[in-house]
């Protein structure tokens, strides 16, 4: 079975710092696009950032210049280095292929950012 387990989240003040990270369990995530997504409370689920095969990479305004995705497709890793971080980023974090399957959706991990 496919899996994607994310780690990393917890609280943290504004401005400061977390690095998420995404296991897969599949070798198949080292050959396709993968991506960050968040959910917000009483927000739908948003694509933050995602990085092809190639390492070419795409972020959504609100994060650019403060996250950075990056990828190991030896340990068939994912990450996400969070800077700078502000309440607005407070979400459930996942991660995906992107563009997303419904069926690898994770348990995800909470982002808590306190003013």
């Known amino acids: 079975q496919v899996q994607l387990v994310e780690s990393g989240g917890g609280l943290v003040q504004a401005g400061g710092s977390l690095r998420l990270s995404c296991a897969a369990s599949s070798s198949i995530f080292a050959t396709t696009a993968m991506g960050w997504y968040r959910q917000a409370p009483g927000k739908q689920r948003e694509l933050v950032a995602f990085?092809?095969?190639?390492?070419?990479?795409r972020y959504t305004d609100s994060v650019k210049g403060r996250f950075t995705i990056s990828r190991d497709n030896a340990k068939i890793t994912l990450d996400l280095q969070m800077n700078s971080l502000k309440p607005e980023d407070t979400a459930v974090y996942y991660c995906?292929?992107?563009?997303?399957?419904?069926?690898?959706w994770g348990q995800g991990t909470q982002v808590t950012v306190s003013s």
């Open positions: 995906n292929t992107w563009p997303a399957r419904h069926d690898f």
């Open positions: 990085i092809t095969t190639g390492s070419i990479t």
